[in-house]
């Protein structure tokens, strides 16, 4: 054999070995969410026997509910907006390498922001240009209010070496202690007797509907949102450095990336999208900010990021999947005479199996053919 020829099946060899590399990652991407999902059902179609209830039925209702009518799409759509911002929330500072869990905190804030800043602004309802800058205010004040909170546990983490996992959650807990003494103080609607909220937007400040749909424009932002962070953490110098400290955060320090800016970065992203997530539901949805901000959607968000392996692009389906389970939540009800707790258990079992599949993560071996590593002897 010549050295050309020798060196030529060495480089096929390594560029089979690398395309078996990258086959592995895409049918592990796929698998394990499968598998976790499938589980997940398993148990929850278990659970509902032990209730005295089909599984079928349910399974049935439950798709009728998602995606079965156009009305239902809608539905589902709607759902899944916040779930859209919400996971990417998680997902960001997850591929820097923390496990940040703030969403619900900076969507809470975001929302109060939006909803201090619009009455403020009732004046510029009166116009088509002064409403659009209103508005264009109000939801960048809500991204503000999220990106500054959820900076906290990242400059916590990076400085103090603060647990981020932890801050984080306690931060929630502040944000929505934090907004509930607000709403019911100093920022209360004298007018709003039986549920406190402060006062209302002026409609002329509320976002619209997308053309065509019975779906507000949050889901557009939801989907520009996923798309560009999808381009920012694969195609640009941004997102491969957070590889880089997602994988071996010593690593990249090694190599002289700045690690600190990496990290605030991250969590500003992440906490502007929840942020932008509360300033829609204000904006578009309640009108006020109320107790009802804090409805659990910054910790769907956990769940559709971990769906979704941290992938922003990956986000949208996942997000649309569990927007429809949340859809199906009143066919139900009322078809099956189930609670409305029957859907967060659901949840819960998707949560618990996704946990559990992510403990076999690096480990799904394709078969020899498909990796292209070559035969023993």
């Known amino acids: 054999m010549t050295s050309l020829t020798r060196g030529f099946t060495l480089g096929l060899g390594a560029h089979q070995a690398m395309r078996g590399r990258w086959l592995g990652r895409i049918a592990e991407a796929w698998a394990l969410p499968l598998l976790a999902l499938t589980v997940a ?33 809608q539905n589902t759509l709607q759902k899944a907006s916040p779930l859209l ?29 939006c909803a201090v800043i619009g009455p403020a602004l009732s004046g510029l309802a009166g116009s088509a240009g002064g409403a659009l800058l209103a508005q264009a205010l109000m939801l960048a004040g809500g991204m503000a209010a999220g990106a ?5 546990p990242g400059a916590l983490r990076f ?24 709403v019911e103080g100093v920022l209360r609607d ?24 019975s779906v507000h424009v949050g ?21 491969f450095a957070a590889s880089v400290n997602g994988g071996n955060p010593r690593a990249a320090q090694m190599v002289g990336i700045d690690v600190g800016r990496l990290i605030l970065i ?18 578009a949805v309640q009108g006020s900010a109320t107790a009802s901000l804090a409805a659990g959607y910054g910790y769907s968000g956990i769940l ?16 649309l999947l569990l927007g429809g389970i949340a859809a199906s939540d009143g066919l139900l009800q009322r078809h099956l005479d189930l609670p409305d707790a029957t859907v967060a258990v659901l949840q819960g079992f998707v949560f618990i199996a996704v946990l559990a599949a992510e403990t076999f993560s690096g480990r799904l071996r394709l078969p020899l053919p498909l990796r292209g590593e070559p035969r023993d002897g």
């Open 304 to 319: 559709v990021a971990f769906l979704a392996r941290h992938n922003p692009f990956a986000i949208i389906p996942v997000a």
């Open 148 to 152: 500054l909170w959820l900076m906290i």
């Open 219 to 239: 889901l557009g932002f939801g989907l520009i949102f996923c798309l560009a962070a999808g381009v920012l953490m694969q195609r640009t110098s941004f997102g």
């Open 41 to 73: 059902l398993v148990a929850f179609g278990a659970f509902l026997a032990a209730c005295g209830v089909d599984p079928l039925s349910a399974a049935a209702l439950i798709w009728r509910g998602a995606f079965g009518t156009w009305f239902s799409w």
């Open 266 to 283: 991250a969590c500003a992203l992440a906490g502007a999208s929840a942020g932008l997530a509360g300033a829609v539901e204000v904006a």
């Open 85 to 113: 911002l919400t996971g990417l929330a998680m997902a960001l500072p997850a591929r820097v390498g923390l496990m940040v869990i703030g969403g619900e905190g900076a969507l809470v804030l975001g929302g109060l922001a």
């Open 190 to 213: 004298p007018l709003s007797l039986n549920k406190p909220s402060t006062v209302p937007l002026a409609p002329g400040l509320m976002l619209g509907q997308i053309p065509g749909l």
């Open 159 to 182: 400085w103090r070496s603060v647990n981020e996992t932890i801050s984080s959650l306690l931060l929630n807990t502040i944000a929505i202690a934090v907004m509930n003494q607000l």
